[in-house]
């Protein structure tokens, strides 16, 4: 089994650049790993935040001025990958600009 320390690692100590993400999804122990927002830096793609999965859990990772830090665990536990890889979107993109909050206000 890999673990999340493991995974956090293998990344460079700055913004992982998205094809090691495709590279690292090519170990048996990694169902997944995708860039959760990208930028372009210098001709390549970097992300400082990721999802990577595998059998045990998927984490939600980010980058800042400390490193790489999960940010969200979904442990996998009895449960099916799909599944797991749903709630961990959820929990990644809820975080981020990508998802708008809800407007509550009345007019």
């Given at each position: 089994?890999?673990?999340?320390?493991?995974?956090?690692?293998?990344?460079?100590?700055?913004?992982?650049?998205?094809?090691?993400?495709?590279?690292?999804?090519?170990?048996?122990?990694?169902?997944?790993?995708?860039?959760?927002?990208?930028?372009?830096?210098?001709?390549?793609?970097?992300?400082?935040?990721?999802?990577?999965?595998?059998?045990?859990?998927?984490?939600?990772?980010?980058?800042?001025?400390k490193?790489?830090?999960?940010?969200?665990?979904?442990?996998?536990?009895?449960?099916?990958?799909?599944?797991?890889?749903?709630?961990?979107?959820?929990r990644?993109?809820?975080?981020?600009?990508?998802?708008?909050?809800?407007?509550?206000?009345?007019?």
């Amino acid at each position: 089994m890999l673990d999340e320390g493991a995974v956090l690692d293998t990344f460079p100590d700055s913004p992982v650049p998205t094809t090691a993400l495709a590279d690292l999804e090519r170990h048996e122990a990694i169902l997944t790993a995708i860039p959760i927002t990208a930028e372009s830096h210098g001709g390549r793609e970097v992300s400082e935040r990721v999802l990577v999965q595998t059998e045990a859990a998927a984490i939600v990772a980010v980058y800042d001025d400390k490193g790489w830090t999960v940010d969200h665990r979904v442990t996998a536990a009895s449960r099916d990958s799909g599944e797991v890889f749903q709630e961990a979107m959820i929990r990644a993109q809820g975080d981020s600009s990508l998802v708008e909050p809800p407007d509550n206000t009345e007019p």
